[in-house]
């Protein structure tokens, strides 16, 4: 994602479980013969995430970075070497795996083994890797079904502060504290997991339908099937659900149908899309000559076709070798194929040539509040984004992407973000936008920046530690800690036994957990470490003011936009 670089003193690379530990055990040695404290942090190169919990030190912070006013010894374990299958269990339907094998390379695995990921089981791309998604509870969706890896694995090997290997099977007290815990107990290196035998998947789309009674259609979709995606674009007042369920017996699969969710550009197509996303972006206040020929209703209509117009599945067709895959929106799949999305360089928060990153801000809370929740943000498009006087202030639109919806059980997890709820739904506004606008906030960032303060609080959001900003997890109005009760208690007794010197906990968490909340500083907003009270937290040209539909959050906004 490029949001956050992590600064390290040197890296470790270890290849096993055993090489890792060792390393752990030589650096403590001599940080302690240096009087260093040592904080290490589980992680790789090019990981996706927005918060700073992969880093030791806290980026954004001003002041340097001290443990009991001693520099430590910072060491980043890059771990992308540790990606191999280790056993093969058919009998069991079982598979040993390395902790940071991708999910492109599960999948091969699991298709090799003539086995199967449970349906909607894992996250829709590929990219990230099984320990990543073990540790931050990540989650594909399942209304009280499985749905998360930390539902269908059988046991997790992992290292500790002091270098001990362990191995901890689902259901003990260790796993509960290590599927999302982010690494705070120990660095995960080897994963069981619990497949079913080879499966196909029925998929079937609601597409482009009205949001009139969205929260009502949603019930309706779960009545159907536990697996539903719903991807929403309020200010299209349009919504897409994608659902899946197991396929008919002997029902014919399509052949090389693939997930193909998430938008993606060839390089042509990216040269083209990059500079008008730059120049939209770029002008922040309405003054570009370009944006009285439509106002934003180009924007809009990439909007519609590429976020929540894109289909769930592909296959190849006429235009594929140019990057234009033939949509399918009902049919028959491969269970492995139809899960996750496999778009290397060309997802559009990977393309050099688009230079855009993805906004994921995500959050979980009760579905008995979805109907209420819905309500509001239709609230915050109508008097936030559309009720501010300027010109075309009807046709404006979001950045490019989507709000999602996915859906849970009660999780087997002390402090992932889905801990103690009992029908959690995952609510996600993913936007993409320019890489290239330093400087200036992404377009119509004011209405990002109250969506999160409005479901973090007023809905008692927990936050993604996957996702997220720094600031979501140090709001000092409504902390992180708190929402988790007993169970952050839990999570700090399980350090304390495994790592008392703290020496894996990163400092946004040592930070969130004392209740600190995030630091002031002139433009706080364009690092994302805040969210505004003042102008001078502000970018150029900007001003801190109250929500209009929610008055008690505030947001940076132009302070004269044409």
Same mark, same amino acid.
């Given at each position: 994602?490029?949001?956050?670089?992590?600064?390290?003193?040197?890296?470790?690379?270890?290849?096993?479980?055993?090489?890792?530990?060792?390393?752990?055990?030589?650096?403590?040695? #001599?940080?302690?013969?240096?009087? #260093?404290?040592?904080?290490?942090?589980?992680?790789?190169?090019?990981?996706?995430?927005?918060?700073?919990?992969?880093?030791?030190?806290?980026?954004?912070?001003?002041?340097?970075?001290?443990?009991?006013?001693?520099?430590?010894?910072? %060491?980043?374990?890059?771990?992308?070497?540790?990606?191999? %299958?280790?056993?093969? $269990?058919?009998?069991?339907?079982?598979?040993?795996?390395?902790?940071?094998?991708?999910?492109?390379?599960?999948?091969?695995?699991?298709?090799?083994?003539?086995?199967?990921?449970? #349906?909607?089981?894992?996250?829709?791309?590929?990219?990230?890797?099984?320990?990543?998604?073990?540790?931050?509870?990540?989650?594909?969706?399942?209304?009280?079904?499985?749905?998360?890896?930390?539902?269908?694995?059988?046991?997790?090997?992992?290292?500790?502060?002091?270098?001990?290997?362990?191995?901890?099977?689902?259901?003990?007290?260790?796993?509960?504290?290590?599927?999302?815990?982010?690494?705070?107990?120990?660095?995960?290196?080897?994963?069981?997991?619990? @497949?079913?035998?080879? *499966?196909?998947?029925?998929? *079937?789309?609601?597409?482009?339908?009205? =949001?009139?009674?969205?929260?009502?259609?949603?019930?309706?979709?779960?009545?159907?099937?536990?697996?539903?995606?719903?991807?929403?674009?309020?200010?299209?007042?349009?919504?897409?659900?994608?659902?899946?369920?197991?396929?008919?017996?002997?029902?014919?699969?399509?052949?090389?149908?693939?997930?193909?969710?998430?938008?993606?550009?060839?390089?042509?197509?990216?040269?083209?899309?990059?500079?008008?996303?730059?120049? /939209?972006?770029?002008?922040?206040?309405?003054?570009?000559?370009?944006?009285?020929?439509?106002?934003?209703?180009?924007?809009?209509?990439?909007? @519609?076709?590429?976020?929540?117009?894109?289909?769930?599945?592909?296959?190849?067709?006429?235009?594929?070798?140019?990057?234009?895959?033939?949509?399918?929106?009902?049919?028959?799949?491969?269970?492995?194929? %139809?899960?996750?999305?496999?778009?290397?360089?060309?997802?559009?928060?990977?393309?050099?040539?688009?230079?855009?990153?993805?906004?994921?801000?995500?959050?979980?809370?009760?579905?008995?509040?979805?109907?209420? /929740? %819905?309500? =509001?943000?239709?609230?915050?498009?109508?008097?936030?984004?559309?009720?501010?006087?300027?010109?075309?202030?009807?046709?404006?639109? @979001? @950045?490019?992407?989507?709000?999602?919806?996915?859906?849970?059980?009660?999780?087997?997890t002390l402090v992932g973000y889905g801990s103690?709820?009992?029908?959690?739904?995952?609510?996600?506004?993913?936007?993409?936008? *320019?890489?290239?606008?330093?400087?200036?906030? *992404? #377009?119509?960032?004011?209405?990002?920046?109250?969506?999160?303060?409005?479901?973090?609080?007023?809905? =008692?959001?927990?936050?993604?530690?996957?996702?997220? /900003?720094?600031?979501?997890?140090?709001?000092?109005?409504?902390?992180?800690?708190?929402?988790?009760?007993?169970?952050?208690?839990?999570?700090?007794?399980?350090? =304390?036994?495994?790592?008392?010197?703290?020496?894996?906990?990163?400092?946004?968490?040592?930070?969130?957990?004392?209740?600190?909340?995030?630091?002031?500083?002139?433009?706080c907003i364009l690092d994302r470490?805040?969210?505004?009270?003042? $102008?001078?937290?502000?970018?150029?040209?900007?001003?801190?003011?109250?929500?209009?539909?929610?008055?008690?959050?505030?947001?940076?906004?132009?302070?004269?936009?044409?």
């Amino acid at each position: 994602m490029e949001h956050v670089t992590c600064p390290s003193d040197e890296l470790v690379v270890p290849e096993d479980t055993a090489q890792l530990a060792a390393a752990i055990k030589s650096l403590r040695a #001599r940080a302690a013969a240096e009087g #260093r404290p040592l904080k290490m942090r589980p992680a790789r190169r090019g990981f996706a995430t927005m918060a700073s919990f992969a880093c030791g030190p806290q980026p954004t912070l001003v002041n340097p970075f001290l443990v009991d006013g001693k520099k430590p010894m910072v %060491v980043g374990l890059m771990l992308e070497k540790m990606d191999k %299958v280790l056993a093969v $269990d058919k009998e069991k339907q079982q598979l040993r795996v390395q902790g940071q094998m991708t999910l492109k390379g599960f999948y091969e695995a699991a298709d090799a083994a003539g086995l199967s990921v449970p #349906r909607f089981g894992l996250p829709w791309w590929q990219g990230l890797t099984l320990g990543g998604v073990f540790s931050t509870a990540s989650h594909g969706s399942g209304n009280n079904v499985t749905h998360m890896i930390c539902d269908w694995f059988v046991d997790v090997t992992w290292v500790d502060a002091q270098g001990e290997v362990h191995t901890s099977a689902k259901g003990s007290d260790e796993a509960f504290a290590l599927c999302g815990g982010l690494g705070l107990l120990g660095t995960v290196t080897e994963l069981t997991l619990q @497949l079913t035998p080879s *499966s196909n998947t029925h998929f *079937s789309t609601w597409y482009l339908k009205p =949001d009139d009674n969205l929260a009502d259609d949603v019930e309706a979709m779960l009545k159907i099937t536990p697996n539903l995606v719903v991807m929403w674009r309020p200010d299209l007042g349009k919504y897409t659900g994608h659902l899946q369920r197991p396929a008919p017996e002997h029902a014919p699969a399509i052949q090389g149908a693939q997930c193909n969710v998430i938008p993606q550009q060839a390089d042509y197509q990216a040269g083209m899309s990059g500079p008008l996303l730059r120049a /939209w972006q770029g002008d922040p206040f309405n003054t570009n000559t370009m944006y009285f020929a439509g106002y934003d209703t180009n924007i809009c209509t990439l909007a @519609l076709t590429s976020a929540i117009g894109a289909p769930w599945v592909t296959k190849k067709g006429p235009l594929t070798s140019k990057g234009i895959s033939q949509p399918v929106f009902e049919g028959v799949a491969p269970t492995n194929h %139809v899960t996750s999305t496999d778009c290397g360089d060309n997802c559009v928060f990977t393309s050099k040539k688009l230079m855009s990153t993805a906004l994921d801000v995500m959050f979980a809370f009760e579905r008995s509040k979805l109907k209420e /929740w %819905v309500a =509001d943000i239709k609230a915050l498009i109508k008097e936030d984004l559309r009720g501010i006087p300027g010109w075309g202030a009807h046709t404006r639109c @979001l @950045l490019p992407g989507y709000y999602v919806m996915r859906f849970g059980r009660p999780s087997d997890t002390l402090v992932g973000y889905g801990s103690g709820l009992q029908q959690p739904v995952y609510v996600q506004q993913q936007m993409m936008a *320019s890489k290239a606008t330093p400087g200036i906030p *992404s #377009r119509y960032e004011w209405v990002q920046e109250t969506y999160e303060q409005l479901t973090l609080c007023k809905y =008692d959001g927990r936050p993604h530690t996957g996702k997220n /900003w720094d600031r979501t997890f140090t709001n000092p109005r409504c902390p992180f800690a708190p929402k988790f009760g007993e169970s952050f208690k839990k999570m700090v007794a399980m350090q =304390d036994k495994y790592d008392p010197s703290r020496a894996y906990e990163p400092e946004l968490w040592t930070r969130l957990a004392a209740g600190e909340g995030y630091k002031l500083k002139p433009k706080c907003i364009l690092d994302r470490s805040c969210y505004c009270e003042a $102008d001078e937290h502000c970018a150029d040209g900007f001003k801190c003011v109250a929500s209009v539909a929610f008055p008690q959050y505030k947001a940076c906004r132009p302070k004269v936009m044409n």
